[in-house]
């Protein structure tokens, strides 16, 4: 079973504020971009698919902590893993490391809901539960660990 996912990048030119460091919203991004990269291969989960499906998925919550801010051209990765989930919702922790030593930038957990797109209320498909009892170590029907 699949526990922890890398996914690398640098930062680009343009991600850069006047301060001359990534901006904190840019993280974000970063961070959904490596979540969807866990879905789809770690997960076996395609968005898209799951939209032409009927479901889509929202950020229902976010904690995030910076420790380092990310300045141009310095490459990163993210680990990503699905800590737990319940009928509501799936608990992502991802930390984001510099390439060069290590140096832990930033730690996050997401909390992600899977919508009906119909009702527009959260729900647990099958289609969502099988890949997640298949493919990760996540704790089920618990809650988040804390970041603090």
Not at 19 to 41: C, D, K, M, S, T
Not at 49 to 68: N, P, T, W
Not at 72 to 90: A, E, G, M, V
Not at 92 to 111: C, G, N, P, R
Request: proline residues 3%; neutral net charge.
């Amino acid at each position: 079973m699949t526990q922890l996912f890398k996914w690398h990048s640098q930062v680009r030119d343009y991600e850069v504020d006047m301060y001359g460091v990534v901006n904190h919203a840019i993280y974000i991004h970063y961070l959904e971009e490596a979540r969807n990269e866990y879905a789809r291969q770690c997960l076996k989960c395609d968005l898209q698919d799951f939209l032409k499906s009927g479901y889509s998925f929202a950020v229902a919550g976010l904690e995030i902590q910076y420790r380092r801010p990310l300045f141009p051209q310095d490459k990163f990765y993210i680990t990503s893993t699905l800590d737990s989930y319940d009928k509501r919702r799936q608990y992502y922790v991802q930390e984001m490391f510099l390439e060069a030593d290590d140096t832990l930038i930033s730690k996050a957990i997401i909390h992600i809901a899977c919508v009906d797109v119909k009702t527009g209320r959260a729900c647990f498909p099958e289609k969502l539960k099988q890949p997640i009892e298949e493919n990760s170590n996540a704790r089920k029907d618990s809650t988040p660990q804390k970041l603090l």
